[in-house]
């Protein structure tokens, strides 16, 4: 029993309650160590067919435990079996696209059907509708869509006036502010040019 309390250990003296206590968390790691070598195991035929790597990193996890795991987590192979057959067939659907799509006007390059420029070389092929935002072709005079009238732009309008900067006041302002001093310049020359005639007496 416990000092000056009624009650008893667990496994009748503390050796024996401090021995249940080991098997207790050892047994909890044991399961954690099995359950993580069986995640590898399970993970690793997932990502890969080879039976060398799929042998190494189970090894790893089983002799280095939870190490390992961090080994494993950072050496293994990013994607999974599955995962790496949509990506190639994403990447094989997207190539064939591109493949029937007519190529670029000024440099070939394959273009999709959404494209509204070409990606290599910039030159602008397609126009959006301005309401709906879908692909037009350029010989299109309405969207038809929301049959939104497609504005073409024109290359022979002519660009519009420079803004003047900040600061800067209008010109009719500086145009009235000007013609008093060219007045005032006028009449003083026309005095200066009257005091220099010379007068015979």
Same mark, same amino acid.
């Given at each position: 029993?416990? !000092? ?14 401090? #021995?249940?206590?080991? #098997?207790? =968390? ?11 070598? &069986? ?6 035929? $997932?990502?890969? &067919? ?5 042998? *190494?990193?189970? #090894?790893? *996890? ?7 795991? *961090? *080994?494993?987590? &950072? ?12 990506? +190639?067939?994403?990447? @094989?659907?997207?190539? +064939?696209? #591109?493949?029937?799509?007519?190529? /670029?006007? +000024? /440099? ?5 059907? !959404? ?8 030159? $602008? ?5 301005? $309401? /709906? !935002?879908? =692909? ?6 309405? /969207? ?10 024109? !290359? ?14 209008? +010109?009719?302002?500086? %145009?009235? %502010? ?5 007045? $005032? ?5 026309? @005095? =200066? ?9």
């Amino acid at each position: 029993m416990l !000092d000056g309390v009624g009650i008893s250990w667990p496994g009748g003296s503390p050796e024996n309650t401090g #021995l249940i206590l080991a #098997l207790i =968390v050892g047994a909890y790691f044991v399961v954690l160590w099995f359950s993580a070598v &069986v995640w590898t195991a399970r993970d690793i035929h $997932q990502r890969t &067919v080879e039976p060398m790597a799929q042998l *190494v990193f189970t #090894l790893i *996890v089983l002799i280095f435990n939870f190490p390992g795991l *961090v *080994v494993y987590r &950072v050496l293994r192979p990013p994607l999974t079996l599955q995962e790496a057959e949509e990506h +190639r067939l994403e990447s @094989s659907a997207l190539m +064939r696209e #591109l493949e029937q799509s007519p190529p /670029c006007s +000024r /440099c070939g390059y394959p273009i999709a059907a !959404d494209y509204l420029a070409c990606p290599k070389c910039t030159i $602008q092929l397609r126009l959006a509708c301005d $309401q /709906c !935002d879908r =692909v037009l072709d350029p010989d299109w005079r309405i /969207c038809p869509w929301c049959v939104a009238e497609i504005r073409i732009p024109s !290359d022979d309008a002519p660009p519009p006036p420079p803004s003047a900067p900040a600061g800067t006041p209008p +010109r009719d302002i500086v %145009a009235q %502010a000007s013609r008093p001093q060219a007045s $005032q310049s006028a009449s003083g020359a026309t @005095s =200066v040019q009257s005091s220099r005639v010379p007068t015979f007496d």
